[in-house]
């Protein structure tokens, strides 16, 4: 297993790590197998979706944002409740197919790292394993 550290510089924000993870699968010399993306983290998670225009990227934080508000209320009194919330939805892993030495995502698809309570450094766990 390898690890990928993912450094924020706001509260909330999807970080594209695509080319990072790419790098752990090309290193691993697997060329056929399962590539497995865990966040261990309660208020950070990772996710796949569009990677060519970084607009989808901001729309959905600010989707995430308006859907589950940082006011509250809620009992958990640290004021990162949100965050926890969020991290539930979008979810703590991810596996994607690696075909040909390279992950399997569709054209215009990358793997984000979502922070809901930055800014700070993160850790993204990344396992290869072949077929």
Same mark, same amino acid.
């Given at each position: ?48 979706? =569009? ?9 959905? =934080? ?15 009194? =640290? ?41 700070? =450094? ?10």
């Amino acid at each position: 297993m390898q690890m990928l550290h993912v450094k924020t510089d706001r509260r909330a924000q999807f970080v594209d790590v695509t080319t990072q993870v790419q790098k752990v699968v090309a290193a691993s010399g697997v060329a056929s197998g399962i590539c497995y993306l865990y966040v261990p983290h309660t208020t950070a998670a990772i996710t796949i979706n =569009e990677c060519a225009d970084p607009d989808v990227a901001r729309d959905v =934080e600010g989707a995430l944002d308006r859907l589950i508000s940082a006011a509250g209320p809620y009992r958990h009194c =640290e004021g990162n409740s949100d965050s926890h919330v969020k991290s539930v939805l979008v979810g703590a892993s991810q596996i994607i197919y690696v075909e040909g030495g390279k992950l399997v995502l569709g054209r215009w698809q990358g793997v984000f790292f979502c922070e809901f309570d930055g800014p700070c =450094e993160r850790r993204l766990q990344v396992k290869v394993v072949a077929d």
